[in-house]
């Protein structure tokens, strides 16, 4: 049983680069959350997809950000021109709901550390 | 608006003793209640849930206790053990809607 992956668990990049990231949920999982968590805080809410729609974002999700999952599998969050304060954990988390109910049970990836110098 | 707040940032409790930690919330919406731990360099991991119907949930060592006249939860864990250091995470849940996570307390527990 793999759980969710995410790659790479560390990222270091200059301000204004560009960086993507990739998260692999758990294979039965139809839904997929980024969370992004700065230090001596909880994680926050991003954005989900329910296989490949994306149903909801965070007023947290500027511009500069933009998430993917093109086949309903893995999904990729691309940040543009990053800047000092976007240096997070960038978490990645999975569950299974059957209609439009809830499973309140996410499982989560080890994360995914940027560091934007 | 912050409606998840764990108050209490660290605690630090003898091994064999009880940790208590605290939570408190302010929508009275929320249908569930969840506690993660985290390990340092590690994703949150899923510890207990309580439904808003019921006041207390058991699970082992851990008991998740929830006052919804005082919109507080509480984790138990006894008896406490070092591998149970670690941060813990308070979350909330309105069905159709996603999960809000308090700031996290670390826990240490001394051997």
């Known amino acids: 049983d793999t759980g969710v992956s995410q790659d790479p668990r560390h990222k270091i990049t200059k301000r204004g680069q560009n960086v993507t990231f990739r998260c692999d949920p758990i294979?039965?999982?139809?839904?997929l959350y980024w969370y992004r968590q700065t230090l001596g805080q909880g994680p926050e809410f991003l954005t989900y997809?329910?296989?490949?729609?994306?149903?909801?974002k965070s007023r947290l999700l500027s511009d500069r950000f933009s998430a993917e999952r093109p086949k309903g599998s893995f999904s990729t969050l691309e940040i543009q021109r990053t800047e000092q304060g976007d240096s997070a954990m960038y978490l990645c988390?999975?569950?299974?709901?059957?209609?439009?109910?809830?499973?309140?049970?996410?499982?989560f990836g080890s994360g995914t550390q940027l560091s934007v110098l | 608006d912050q409606q998840v707040k764990q108050n209490s940032p660290s605690l630090s409790v003898q091994e064999g003793r009880i940790s208590i930690l605290n939570c408190d919330y302010t929508?009275?919406?929320?249908?569930?209640f969840l506690w993660y731990k985290k390990y340092p360099a590690e994703g949150p991991t899923f510890l207990i849930s309580?439904?808003?119907?019921?006041d207390k949930n058991e699970d082992g060592r851990f008991t998740v206790f929830l006052n919804k006249s005082a919109k507080h939860l509480s984790l138990h864990i006894v008896p406490s053990q070092p591998g149970d250091s670690a941060v813990y995470f308070c979350?909330?849940?309105?069905?159709?809607?996603?999960?809000?996570f308090g700031a996290g307390t670390i826990l240490r527990v001394k051997s």
């Open positions: 997809f329910q296989n490949e729609a994306q149903l909801e």
């Open positions: 988390a999975s569950s299974l709901s059957l209609g439009m109910a809830t499973n309140e049970k996410l499982f």
């Open positions: 309580i439904s808003s119907i019921k």
């Open positions: 294979s039965e999982h139809n839904r």
């Open positions: 979350a909330a849940l309105k069905y159709g809607n996603k999960l809000v």
């Open positions: 929508n009275s919406m929320f249908d569930y």
